[in-house]
């Protein structure tokens, strides 16, 4: 009880205070507000390590940050899919190299009487069609399972549920 409480307070201040060590790190750039002592490098030695911005900020956040970046190319690769899908491929058509399906939203899809239209690559309707459709199907998979992972690391954040194991007789 008295650790699921705990972890509650600890988790509920992680963003917060990741948030705070990147600011305070890019503060120790520019003593008293002024930016001479950065450009002219006298600074502090350890204050170029990135203590605050890389460790204790930044990967604080990176499985949260991996897990948004999954959403943002997944989606991308979802949405590129699509788009490559009804335009239909590249090919040589009776009138030379063309995109042959391209102002047929996509109807061609459903009409395999005209990909004959595409007489070179052989087969490049159906290659694309399924290779695409694979495609969309796995990224949106992977929409799904990093938009999980997204809530549920919040939800572990803002909820308390990251548990903390507290072990008597160490301080």
Known sequence: M???KCGGCL???LIPLALWSIIVNILLYFPNGQTSYASSNKLTNYVWYFEGICFSGVMTLLSMIFSALGIAFSGYCLVISALGLVQGP???TLDGWEYAFEGTSGRFL???SK???CLEPAHVV???IILFSILIALSGLQV?????RV???LSKILCGTYSVIIQPGII
Request: hydrophobic content about 35%; proline content about 0%.
């Open 11 to 13: 988790s509920g201040l």
């Open 2 to 4: 008295g650790s699921r």
């Open 110 to 112: 459903t009409d395999s």
């Open 90 to 92: 590249y090919c040589r």
């Open 115 to 117: 990909w004959t239209e």
């Open 126 to 128: 159906e290659w694309n």
């Open 144 to 148: 799904i399972v990093c938009l999980i």
């Open 151 to 153: 809530v549920a690391q």
